[in-house]
């Protein structure tokens, strides 16, 4: 197999968007970063020297990093952070992993410029009957014209939520329907009757999406870099972190209509002032005019399939369409069996505001958010050089909580008075080598108006159950799907409801587990699963390797 090398020097860059100037956080001067391609068992080596004076990582949101924990990225959990100057190259090798998957900054919140495309190309032909003739690269972010590196200090100050952002973007484009920002629209050139993969991905830092293209179809068929059975839907809904493969053909009439508008909006954006606007781009039909002007547009109007906001009905259709491909070639490993059972609340709260404070969040409290009562802070050590070294012993990260800490009714209750009062910790799920595990996630519906996008690191899971309202430990497993669940990294948990996953925990180390919303991360909503070294060495993490940072 290849080793494929690349450097990534993370720098500062003067960027213009919605009339403001600003200078972002950039891999290597671009926005968004730099697109990673490889193939399926590549060995994979990035440089990552630090060129700006506050700490960063790198974490390759997805990414198996079998026996590799050491490159997972993720500051204070695998490791300590880069210092200015300082330069680490990760390396590891993509195993049984194919599709589109996406890097980031696992910093503050860095990770709102610092981000890009990671693509792995797979060794096999496709296993969908449509031809792939192009592909087409579409990236959702967040753009704030103030300082996003302050946005989390002023949170942990005033107890507040954050502010929201600016704009959403597509490919770092806002697009026309934001001021002063016509110029700045992603156009994407098509040609009739060609079929394109769009992949795509979710790097916004707080919303969930939905997407369509206008009088365009789209064919879902892959999610988080695993292959699911092909679908047609007007629009798909996306959780931050999440990314999904769709096949688009470019089937309409280009002489009466050249420009489509593709546009992305949030789910739910209700009860806090988030950014409820929306972004928009255009696909543009190839003609054999000659082009004189520069590209106009025939309408911004929004696609009428375009889910409108709190459409819960859409999106819980579109997930339960969502089912692993199972095939002979791709089988689905769900565990039919557990192990050990985990089922813990995902909830916000409210923190009595410390005397001779004044706190701005709800009620004039401070916002917090919790997993079985524990709202997580980092150590200011990395978890897994501990653990690797047992510098400390365990006992100080193990000990999460297998349930939650009083029988729990989320549904129609006085949700102030069920807020748990939650304490501060750093406490993880520790399971042996080759556990299967079932980790049930329960949001407790207070303060929350949309799904928990909660991301595993270091392990796929199957999505084997869900629904609304309370868990029920007798009568959902009988539901659950044991056959093709989907499979991938980041599940949406739906607002007042719950999710089943199961996982095979076979690759040895520490791996985050938290909200990928970065305000619920801020929060506290995160804990870790600790999967202990095997008794074959091939079940071991390899070496810590010589650059590894030290805090
Ligand atoms: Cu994409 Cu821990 O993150």
Known sequence: STTRRFE????????????????????NGEYPGPTIIVHEGDHVQVKVTNQVAMNTTIHWHGIRQYRSGWADGPAYITQCPIGFGKSYTYKFTIVDQRGT?????????????????????????????????????IIFGEWWNSNVMSIEDEMILTGDGPISSDAYTINGLPGPLYSCSLK?????????????????????????????????????????AVYTKPFTTNAI??????????????????????????????????????NNSTTIGFLRYKTTETETKPPY?????????????????????????????????????????????VITTISLNLQDCPANETCKGYLNKRFSASMNNQSFIRPSISILESHYKSLKSDVLFSGFPENPPFPFNYTGVDPVKE?????????MIVVPYGTTLEIVLQDTNFLNPENHPIHIHGHNFFIVGRGFGNYDPEKDPLSYNLVDP????????????????????????????????????????????????????SQNLLLPPPDFPTC
């Open 101 to 137: 998957l996406w890097w980031h900054a696992h910093f503050s919140w860095q990770r709102a410029t610092v981000n890009g495309a990671f693509m792995i190309y797979p060794r096999m032909p496709y296993p969908f009957s449509l031809p792939v003739q192009d592909e087409i690269p």
């Open 184 to 224: 700045d629209t992603f156009i994407r050139t098509v040609e009739y009757g060609k079929t394109y993969l769009l992949r795509i991905i979710n790097a916004a830092l707080n919303d969930e999406l939905f997407f369509a293209v206008a009088n365009h179809s789209l064919t879902v068929v892959e999610i988080d």
């Open 297 to 341: 547009y025939n309408s911004t109007k929004l696609p009428k399939n375009l889910p409108a906001m709190e459409d819960t009905n859409f999106a819980t259709n579109f997930a339960n369409q969502l089912k692993s491909l199972a095939s002979f070639q791709y089988p689905c490993k769900v565990p039919k069996k557990v192990q050990k059972q």
């Open 486 to 537: 989907p499979e991938r990294n980041t599940v949406a948990v739906p607002v007042g409801g719950w999710a089943a996953l199961r996982i095979n925990a076979d690759n040895p180390g520490v791996w985050f587990i938290h909200c990928h919303l970065e305000e619920h991360t801020t929060w506290g909503l995160a804990t870790g699963l600790i999967v202990l070294g095997g008794n074959h060495p």
């Open 8 to 27: 990534f020097n993370v720098k500062w860059k003067n960027v213009k968007r919605l009339c403001y100037t600003k200078s972002i956080l950039t891999v």
């Open 419 to 427: 807020n748990l009062n939650t304490q501060f910790g750093s406490r």
């Open 237 to 274: 809904m996306i959780a931050p972190g999440q990314t999904t493969n769709v096949l688009l053909t470019a089937n309409q009439n280009p002489d009466s209509t050249r420009m489509f508008v593709m546009a992305a909006r949030p789910y739910l954006t209700s009860v806090f002032p988030f």
